[in-house]
Each structure stands twice: as C-alpha cells, then as structure tokens.
C-alpha cells in the first residue's frame, strides 16, 4: 500500500516534522523555565519544535522569562487564562484542554510581536461546546465536491494516510479550537459500511489516538444499512429485535477500539424520491436504535436533515425550499436527548446566498447543529478567492424573532433562546492533500476564520483578517492592507459577478463552477429561476409556494412585501418584473443585474492591481500562485458578466443604460 | 494481458465460431459438388459453415444443385455475375473479391429463401472504388463517442483482440461489400503515434491478415508529430530533410509488415486555434512528405479536412460552417494525385440535419472522401433509434448545381461530373464490444444498409430494410410491416422532437444526449441558435456571414431567399421571427417548433404500440432489449418535448394554438 506522501506547505502555525517529534526532548533554553504538570510533556516539545522553527529562540522578551502550566479545577473545560507578569507567563487551566488551547494562543501572541508588553491578562472561553469540520472524504479518497485534492485519510478503499500529515493537521485544528472532527462521507452507499469493520477500527485507532491528543473527538459516518450488509442480516428494519441487537453489539465493539469517540452521523435513508424512510419508519424510530446504543456510551447521534425530493422544474409550487421544515419541524421533542439534527444555513444547498433556513430556531425541545460549508461548492470552488467569514457573521446575525427581538442565529446557538437544548456549528471541510491543504493558498483563512469565529461568536471580522494575515503571510502594512483589502468583500464581489439577489443556480449541474444559466432550469434539482421574457424570480410569497409562512410572522411579512424583503433576496422570494424599479438601489432589476455584473468583474480587475502591488514583499511562491489564481478568477468573472448580461438581454430586450459592451 | 472475450451476438450474417474454423474441412452434401479454383478452398468451409448454422442444409433445392466458381479474368475487380441455370449455379468472377461477394449475395438468396426459383442471373459491380469503415478506437480501448461499449481491437495501450470475433467482424463487412478500414483514432495526441511502431505493426500483422483475406485493406491513423515522439528527432516539420527521411524509412517498414495497406490517415497537426499549422507549413506542404513516402507503395494518404478554429459566440460573424471551405477550397489541384481530402457531409460536425458542405464538389482537381457519421453522436447515441440510411440518401441527392442540373452529390461520387477525379465513402463507425456490436440492436442496421448503399448508390431503400429485417429478425409478414414502419422514418421523428428547422445543437455539451437549448450557446463550439425574445436562427445569407457564398450561384440564391429556402433548413441560414409564417407548412415559425416537438414524440408513442404487437413473433430478447430501448426514447422525446417548448415558450411569450401543455 502506498502512502500518500505529498508535500504541504505550513499554515498558520509551522509545521513540525515527525522525525523531530519522535527524538527525545533535549534542553532549551527557549524560555528560562518551564513548569508543566505531569503527564503533559509533550506540550513541552510542541513549545521547543515551534520556537526552533519560528526562528525566535533568541528573542530576549521570550528568553528571560519562565512559562507555568497552572491547573485550576474551579475553571470550566476548555476554559483558559493567559497571565503575563514581567517575566513570568502563566496558562491557567483546568486540564489538558485549555493548557493547549493557551499555548496556542502564546504561540499567536508571539509570532505577533506582542509578547513584549510587560503585563497582561487573557480571559477565552468558548461560545460554544461543539465546534466542528466535517469531512466529505470517501474510502476511495476522492472527496465529495472536494476541490483541494485528495483525502488525507483513505486511500483505494482502505485507510491511508501520512501520520506527521495527520499531527499537522491535528494541531492546526487544535490550534483554533475545533473539537470535534468527523472524518468520513455519510454516504448511504456500500463503502461507507466498511469503516467500522473490526479492521478499520483497528487501523482507525492511530489517527484517533493522534486527534485526541489535540482535544479533538472523531465521528464517524455510517450506513444506515450495516446491519445488511455488515451484519449479514436480511433486514436492517431499526424496530426489528435482531436489528437493535446488532447496533448495540457494533457500537460496543466500535467503543472498544475507541473508547472516547464523539459518536455517529447518520443521512436519513430513503426508499424512494418522496422521503419515505425504509420499513415506513419516521426519523424519530430510525434514529432511536442508534441513539439508544450511543446513549450507554454518552456518544452522540448526529442525525442530517437531508431530504430526497424528486423535485420538478414542470410544477413550480413544489418548492425545494419548504421541505426540511415540512419534513422535521413537526418531529420536535420526540428525538431523543443525544440526538443532535445538522441543518444547512439555508433552505438549498449553500449557495452563494440564501436566507437563513426558519428550521433553525423553530424547534424548541430539539438540540441542532448548524452547518456551514468552506469547500466552495458554488463559490468558486477554491479557483475563485471567496472569504467566507462575512457571510457565516451574516447568517449569524440574522434575526428569525421566534421568540424576540434578539432572537438571531447566534443568540439561539449560544443556548439564549430556548435553555435546554444543545447547539453547535460544523462546517463542510475544505481541505485535502493540496500542497497549500487548500487549492487555493488564500484559502486557508477560511478554516482558520472558520474555527476563530465559532470559538468567539463576537470576534471583530477585520482584526481577524488581519491576524490571520500576520501569521500566515507577513507583518507588512502594505502586504496587510492590500491583501485584507482583495479579501474582505470577496464574498460580495463573487455574489455580484455570479448570481445576485438570491438567484443561486446558474452553473452547470455537477460542475456548479462553470456559469450556465439554465444549467439547473429544466432539471430536476429544485434550484430555478423561472426567468421569461418579463421576469425572472422565485414566487416563494404567501401567493407563491408559501416558503415565506414557515418563518415568524414578523419575517413573514417583511419577505412577503416586495418592497420589504432584503433586497440581496430579492429574486430568492419574489418573481419580480425585469422593469421594476428596486426600492433600495433606485434602479429596474434589469438594470442592477447588469450593474452587478459589470462592477464584480471590475472588482477582481483591482484585486489583480493590488496584488501585483505586493510582488517583492511575500514569498514568490505564494506570490505566483495566487497571482495564477486571481488571473483565472478574472476570466471566470468576465466569463460569467457576459453570459448571464448577454443571457437577460435576450429575454427582456432591455439595453443597458450606460451602454456597456453586452452582446447580444 | 486479458483479452476482451465479451459475448456478442449473431448479425445478419451468422457467426462461425473459432474452434469450427481451425477444423479441418469434411465433406458435406450440402450443393451436390462444388467446383473451386485452386487456393480459395476456405471459401468452402466458409460455405459449409454457414449452411449448417443456418439449418437449412436439408433444404432440397440446395441439396442437389452444383455450386461452380468461374474465373473471368475480363472482369473488373470486385465485379461479379450469378447465374442460376436449374441445378447449376455459378458465381463468375475476375478473383477472390468477387467470388465472396457472390458467395455472400447466395447466403442471402438462401436466406431470403429465394433460392427455388429455376432460373436467374445477376450482374453486380460497385459504385465506388473505396468504399470504407472509420473507427474512432483509441489504443486505450475507449472508442471517441463510441456509444457501443470498447475496442474490439485494443485494450490498455496495446492491441488485443479475440481472434474470432475480428473474422465474424471482417466476414460482416465483406459480405455487405465495405473493402477499406480505419481500425484507430486519428488523434495527433502520443498515443495514436505507438501503432507504428515495430513491435506493434508486428502484433497487427494477424488482424491485417484476416481482413486482407476478406477483400478488406487497412488504412492506420498516424500522429503526425511521430518523427518527434518515436523518432526522437528535435522536429517534425515536414520540409525537414531528417523528417523527410524518417517518413520513409519508417513508410517502408510498414510496407515490410503489412506490404498490402491502403495507406495513412492524417488529421492536420495545428499549433495554435487560429488555424496555423505547425511550422507554418501550409497544407500542401505538409502532406507532401507523407504522401511521397507513400506513392511507392501505392499507398493513399488520406487527408482529414479538420479545422481546429477557437469560435466565439461573442463575435457572430466568425462562422464554423465557412471555415473547410474557405481553409481549403484554394487548394484545389495541389495535392498529390495518392492524396484524399476526408470531408464530413455537412459543414458543422454530423448535426441531425445540416446543409451539404460545398466544399463537395468546388474541387474540380482533388480526390475526395465524403464522410458519414453511424455511432449516432447526435442522433441518439444508440439509446433512441436512428435509421440513417434515409439522411444519407437525402445527402446524395442533394444538387450543388456547380457543373449542371445533374451535379448531385451522388453524381460527384459517382465520378460523372469531374471524371479524373476519385472518390469514396467512409463512414465512423457504431460497433464496438457490445453484445450487438452496436448497443441498441436496431442499429445494426445502419451498418448493413450504409454498406449495400454506397455498394450501389441507387438503391431501393425500402426494399434493403425490409432485406435487412428478414436476414435479421424474420421473414413474418407484420413483423415486417411494423418494424419498417417503426424505423423507415425514425430520423426524421428524432428531427422533429430534438432539433429541428436546421438548428442542430441544443444539447449538453460533451454530451449531446440531453437536452440543453442553451447547452452550446454560450461556448466556443461555433453552435449557436441566437433565441431571443424575437427571433432565432442563424443569418448565414450574403447579410450575414456569407456562408451561402460559397455555393453555386443557383444554391446562393435559394439559400439566400428565406421563402425559398428548404423549410428543413430554415434556421440553419435564417434568424427567423417567432411570428414568421413558415411558406410550405403554413404555420408561424414558433407553432411549427411546438408541432415539430409534439408530433415527434406523439410518434415515439406509436412506435411502442407497434412493437408490443409483435411481441411473440420475434426473438424474445431481442423483443425485451428493443422495448427498454423504445421506453428511453420515449422518455427522451418527452423530455425534449418539454423543455424545448417551454423554453421558446418563455422566450417568445407565445401561446400554442392548439393549446397542448407547455409548461411556462
């Protein structure tokens, strides 16, 4: 079996070779003395291997002065201070965890020149208890939708992976307080079922070993079909006696081999395109028997509120959009306690923008995970630069008044709203083993951002990408101005040049880079935008598909009056007349989709000017390869501006008025 | 190395199997005596095999008659006579090329069960000189838009072939008289290169050898750029004295293995989209080394009239449909007289229906090869049935009017108009490892009518299907009226409910199954429809791009006149307005769109009823693999049907008159 030994560069936190790790500690005098508690000595090495490679051991602030591991057991978990008296620094934690999380957040104060300041005192705890990436890996190690390369930790169906790859990768996380990992696609086919064989657990054991070091607890996805086709079982009915008697049996070996395991995801599994579950079972008796068999082990059941609707493009009024809160919002109440469900953002699939799905918040008795998605699936793929931290604080901040005025999304997962359910935030993975982890090198800020912002729901957006900056790149004001500049609204600019006002779609179905507006339109995906030669715009109104009733009354009304509704939603809510003046931009809507295109190319146009502005002051690799990048995303932005431009003139007949090149 | 042993089925000639073959020849009774010249005896096994196959060799009329082979060295070459006198029956021949096509012509007598009547002659002589069979294999295996499973020739970079399945296939082609093959790809990437190479050309020699035996040459597609690759020389132009040399060595060598090959196919070798060929050598120049090398060995080069232009569907007057004539027309009489231009009927690329290229017959000086298209990469790729035999016949009988009101296309081939020229037909071919060779069993008469056509270019297209059904399904009287019915006029119904009016294209691209109206719209293929709110078709007169210039005047001006242009191909030379009233069907443009689509598919329905009726009166698997077949077709039509109605319904904002379903 061959490993998959390609190279990776370092992120924010530099790598450590392996072989470095495996020797023996030697003495360093990195800082005059270190005082660590029993058993948690490799945190010293993390400490020496991290200095040595920083090339900042003679740094004199740091040299003089002696770093303690304090434990306090009063504190909560993962909770840590950092206590900065002259020469002496302290990490105050309850265990292990915050120990890790504080020499973390040393290493960052560090690398930013900040730990000469003589005095001073650090208070983290995290917003929230689940932070999580998910991963969309295959036994084969191809990777759903993965855009970076292949999986890191399967290979031709077996389990394959290069561990010093695997310990970066554990740290990294670590790094930015992810604290749970699943690493596996829950994919309802066959080779999903074969992870938790005796010998893949078996196998299984070294990276879990290596993630729990870091704090972090695996999940693993399985087939809901196991007891078939694992099992040798003639049926895998969840009420069937022989059925519940296997799950407890494999969860108990799966216990076995790893013993602190988070616990299951499960997909829903359907017979048929109208959600039917197998054996007429609801989700809450097809969850049950793995929940309960998890219950013994405090594992949890991650349960994916995915549906399988045969959607139509023929019969508009079956909307895509409706049928996760048709199909889960009754059920609430009724799952048990360590079920969790994992709900997407938004009622599609992750486009470049939806409203917030009204799932979210709607069930008060029902403990839920919150998922975004940093692959880029139909932002850009990781050819197109798009920072994804603006829109995971927009959605955040979205306001579903459920309850009150401060009912938004980060309010309802921190546990404000309704007390007794559990919430967390996962995130589809956007790595593999791409040199940069990443495909595209400014990439990796998502992950980073990603795991910052779910550790602190207030963080401050622009300090975070400057940060991120600083670590990852270099201390230059100008470097940092301009990159923070191409990147910060880069989400922004890839709605304008793609697919403004809510639209989504428009790509070629099983590509979703390549801009084709009725790539999805006669097909039987959901997503459309019924554009004639009068209109264009989803009707989802009370009048319409009735998508706008599932929210509360208050955004019920707001997204049901034209003049209302955000306008970045528009055409998501509304099918709106190519003539009709916008209430907020003061333009037709003919005339802002031209506007829209036109200025997002010209956006990515300046991004190219302020990067070739920074050639000397980074390094040329990154340099060139970002500068390939930007190249491609500009033609991609030119591409998709004339396409979708040229595509409404020819529907609505209507010119530009500034007279702009659209062909016609 | 695994040999492809894949099962096949019988054709309209029934398969000898290997073993049968190797036997030595024992007596039979089957014609009371049979005379042979000296070394054609495998003529008889082919004679006794084939009668015992086909249980008929107790049929008395065979039984007590004499089989006698004459040879008339006055003859022509592949010129035949059968004369039946009583009991004697002689087949009169120049040679062996002859003698099996008569052998053949008396399998189907026997078959066709016409073999009673007492007395009869028959006079056969091809049309043409080169009549011939295009594979698109790779060396990999994989066929170019194969449709039809892979290679019977070559697997994982290498030949590898089951012997016997390559004698059933070169006995098909004699028997319906195809006497040139391509067996390769003629792809100027690395791969296509290796064929000539020593220890290939050694492994060919078998397969050569059985269809040399069969009357059938072989021609090889070469990568141009071989003096490079294989021959490591640091160019390959072709003025080049090294390059020069290296041909003929290398030509030799070939002729040493395969003394008896037709000759070399050559797709032009362009370094860049503008049409440039490498070294900007023109391309007289760059065939001239080949065709040299080859003239000794009275080997032909056959040129392909590729081009390789970047379209825009920006710029509208750069048209694909002007580019063979225009990159090639002036070359006229400045090939080598062993040179063959390869011209694909139409000027876009084997659309469901398109003009006659004119470039056919502009030439007054230059041999030319009219090519066909069978694997059906826009007629249905073998899933929807497609009998092309109606569309070839409607290119041969297409007037350019170059000469006089004779110079049909057919005409041209026929040499009547420029006497001292040559020409051939050559056809890609639809067969590969599938149990029917060709995947959907029906199309197995594409290849059986394509060879008796272009045998004798005047012949009675109902009367060959109708033969072909009796030698392949059965000689039942309504399974004869209902399967002709069902195929006769399949494409023309396959027009009707994808892409008709001459628009061809509308569908995925890379595909081009499904559906896609704007699938090629906004890509650089060079096809275009233009719908827009108004109008749609492509201006290809003397005010648009000047596509009808180049035709004879008398075509220019029917072409050119938009109320006397072929209805058929309204669109391929006219943006149209929706409300356009079409001359002939008397209906508005948009309404004939809605009647094509709806009739089209309203026809597929008929189909099926026919062929549920004669249900037991055929083989029944052939009956169950036809009808899952018809289902898809149906299903396709309707989904064609649907979405390119509701797509110029959107467009045009226009109603049916007839008030049928379109969904808005």
């Known amino acids: 079996m061959k490993i998959n030994n390609k190279k990776y560069s370092d992120c924010w936190l530099p790598n450590i070779e392996d072989n470095l790790w495996n020797k023996k500690v030697i003495k360093s005098n990195i800082f005059k003395n270190i005082y660590i508690p029993n058993n948690y000595s490799f945190i010293k090495k993390e400490i020496i291997f991290f200095i040595k490679k920083e090339n900042i051991n003679f740094n004199k602030h740091i040299k003089n002065s002696t770093l303690i591991f304090k434990i306090n057991i009063d504190m909560n978990?993962?909770?840590?201070?950092?206590?900065?008296?002259?020469?002496?620094?302290?990490?105050?934690?309850?265990?292990?965890?915050?120990?890790?999380?504080?020499?973390?957040?040393?290493?960052?104060?560090?690398?930013?020149?900040?730990?000469?300041?003589?005095?001073?005192?650090?208070?983290?705890?995290?917003?929230?208890?689940?932070?999580?990436?998910?991963?969309?890996?295959?036994?084969?190690?191809?990777?759903?939708?993965?855009h970076s390369g292949n999986s890191i930790f399967f290979f031709n169906n077996n389990i394959n992976f290069n561990i010093e790859r695997i310990r970066y990768y554990s740290r990294l996380l670590c790094s930015i307080g992810i604290n749970y990992i699943c690493i596996n696609n829950s994919d309802n086919n066959l080779l999903s079922t074969y992870l938790i064989n005796k010998n893949l657990l078996i196998q299984l054991i070294e990276i879990y070993n290596i993630f729990y070091e870091y704090n972090i607890k695996i999940f693993i996805s399985i087939n809901y079909k196991s007891p078939m086709i694992l099992g040798r079982l003639n049926t895998f009915d969840p009420l069937n006696k022989k059925v519940i008697i296997w799950w407890e049996k494999k969860i108990e070996q799966i216990y076995e081999y790893l013993p602190n395991l988070a616990g299951l995801i499960v997909s829903p599994c359907y017979k048929n395109k109208n959600n039917n579950l197998y054996y007429d079972r609801n989700h809450i008796e097809s969850s049950n028997t793995i929940a309960n068999a998890l219950n013994f082990f405090n594992g949890i059941l991650i349960w994916e509120c995915n549906i399988n609707n045969n959607y139509n493009w023929k019969i508009k009024n079956f909307d895509k959009a409706n049928c996760i809160f048709n199909n889960f919002n009754n059920l609430d109440g009724l799952f048990l306690n360590n079920v969790f469900l994992k709900i997407k953002f938004g009622p599609i699939d992750f486009q470049v923008r939806e409203p917030v799905s009204p799932i979210l918040g709607s069930m008060y008795k029902t403990s839920q995970i919150l998922e975004f998605q940093m692959n880029q699936e139909y932002t850009g793929q990781q050819i197109d630069l798009c920072w994804l931290p603006l829109k995971w604080k927009n959605i955040l901040y979205f306001n579903t008044y459920y309850k009150n005025k401060n009912s938004t999304i980060k309010n309802l997962i921190l546990?404000?709203?309704?007390?007794?359910?559990?919430?967390?935030?996962?995130?589809?993975?956007?790595?593999?083993?791409?040199?940069?982890?990443t495909n595209h090198f400014l990439s990796q800020s998502n992950i980073f951002c990603y795991g910052k912002i779910i550790w602190n729901l207030n963080i401050n957006l622009n300090n975070l990408l400057k940060e991120w900056i600083k670590l990852s790149i270099n201390n230059n004001k100008k470097v940092i101005k301009n990159i923070s500049k191409i990147m910060f609204n880069s989400w922004i600019t890839y709605e304008k040049y793609t697919s403004p006002l809510g639209l989504g779609g428009m790509v070629e179905p099983n590509n979703n880079y390549i801009p084709n507006v009725d790539g999805y339109e006669y097909n039987n995906f959901g997503i459309y935008h019924n554009a004639n030669r009068y209109s264009v715009g989803n009707n989802r109104t009370s009048n319409g598909t009735k998508f706008t009733e599932q929210y509360s009354i208050r955004n019920k009304i707001k997204f049901n009056d034209i003049n209302k509704c955000y306008e970045k939603l528009l055409l998501f809510f509304h099918n709106v007349s190519y003539k009709h003046k916008l209430k907020k931009s003061k333009v037709t809507l003919i005339q802002y989709i031209y506007n829209s295109h036109f200025n997002g190319k010209k956006e990515v146009k300046e991004w190219l000017y302020l990067w070739k502005k920074i050639k000397f002051l980074i390094n040329k690799k990154v340099y060139n390869d970002v500068y390939k990048k930007l190249i491609l995303q500009y033609k991609n932005s030119c591409r998709w501006c004339d396409i979708v431009n040229s595509y409404f003139y020819r529907k609505s007949g209507i010119k530009d008025i500034l007279n702009r090149k659209i062909y016609s």
């Open 77 to 146: 978990n993962e909770e840590y201070y950092i206590k900065k008296n002259n020469k002496l620094i302290w990490i105050i934690s309850k265990n292990k965890n915050g120990f890790l999380y504080g020499l973390y957040h040393i290493f960052r104060i560090i690398k930013l020149n900040k730990y000469k300041k003589k005095n001073f005192i650090i208070k983290e705890i995290p917003s929230l208890k689940i932070r999580m990436i998910n991963h969309k890996d295959f036994l084969s190690g191809k990777i759903e939708k993965g």
């Open 415 to 437: 546990g404000n709203i309704y007390k007794n359910n559990n919430y967390g935030i996962s995130c589809v993975s956007n790595i593999g083993d791409s040199f940069y982890w």
